[in-house]
């Protein structure tokens, strides 16, 4: 079973859905808005991602750049769990191993098949 974190009207998360269901992908989707991700979660995907999983070129992330790049470590993932819009996104798991971040058809071709 798959694991796709996400916003459910981002548009590269809809993808990345439809995508999945469409190849028959069993994925249990979890909404930020409605479960934001936990610090086990955020320190995992910065372990993966090698760095902060921030969407750089979201408008949230614009928004909060100066006050979110001045906060410690430890503040920044509380910080990202009030903003779950300024994580990257879709993060796509399966058991616990972080998969990919964003949605690209050719690298989730490889991962499902």
Known sequence: ???????????TVKNARTYL????????FI???????????IKRWIEAFGGM???T??????KYKDT????SLKE????LKEHTSMIKRP??????QVLAFGFDEESYKSLIS
């Not at 920044?76 to 910080?79: A, K, N, S, T």
Request: hydrophobic letters at 35%; a neutral charge.
């Open 68 to 71: 979110f790049e001045a906060l």
């Open 31 to 41: 909404d930020f808005k409605k479960n934001p991700p936990q610090e086990a979660d």
């Open 53 to 55: 999983p921030v969407n």
């Open 1 to 11: 079973m798959y694991k796709l974190f996400g916003i459910p009207n981002c548009s």
């Open 21 to 28: 269901e469409k190849n028959g992908a069993p994925v249990n």
């Open 57 to 62: 070129k979201g408008v949230t992330y614009k």
């Open 91 to 96: 993060v796509l798991e399966r058991e616990g």
């Open 76 to 79: 920044q993932i509380l910080f």
